[in-house]
């Protein structure tokens, strides 16, 4: 049974910094991509970052650019969204998901199949 769980999320000011993880598990994800989605409350879900499970490709939503990055840790089957200069409008539910490897990246948002129950980062002005 594949699991992606989340955790790390929480309140913070506007300016602070969180790092977001996701613990996957139940399968082999060596061609999967890893994606990072957000969901703020009355707004569609929004796609943020993406690294394939390889590390060797990684993207960047423009939005948030310069103040997010994606690694892994492939001992522990981790992968991490670490945020900086965070702003009220970074408040959202933070999802990671899996999607496998196709020919471009990252994939398509209607790829990803695997879902994690997602974890609430709430940002203070």
């Known amino acids: 049974q594949v699991q992606l769980v989340e955790s790390g999320g929480g309140l913070v000011q506007a300016g602070g910094s969180l790092r977001l993880s996701c613990a996957a598990s139940?399968?082999?994800?060596?061609?999967?991509?890893m994606g990072w989605f957000r969901q703020a409350p009355g707004k569609e879900r929004e796609f943020v970052a993406a690294?394939?499970?390889?590390?060797?490709?990684?993207y960047i939503a423009r939005s948030v650019k310069g103040r997010i990055t994606a690694s892994k840790d492939n001992a522990k089957n981790t992968v991490y969204l670490q945020m900086s200069s965070l702003k009220p409008e970074d408040t959202a539910v933070y999802y990671c998901a899996a999607a496998i490897m196709g020919h471009g990246f990252p994939p398509d948002n209607a790829l990803y199949s695997y879902w994690g129950q997602g974890t609430q980062v709430t940002v203070s002005s």
């Open positions: 139940g399968r082999t994800f060596s061609n999967y991509a």
């Open positions: 690294i394939s499970w390889s590390g060797d490709n990684r």
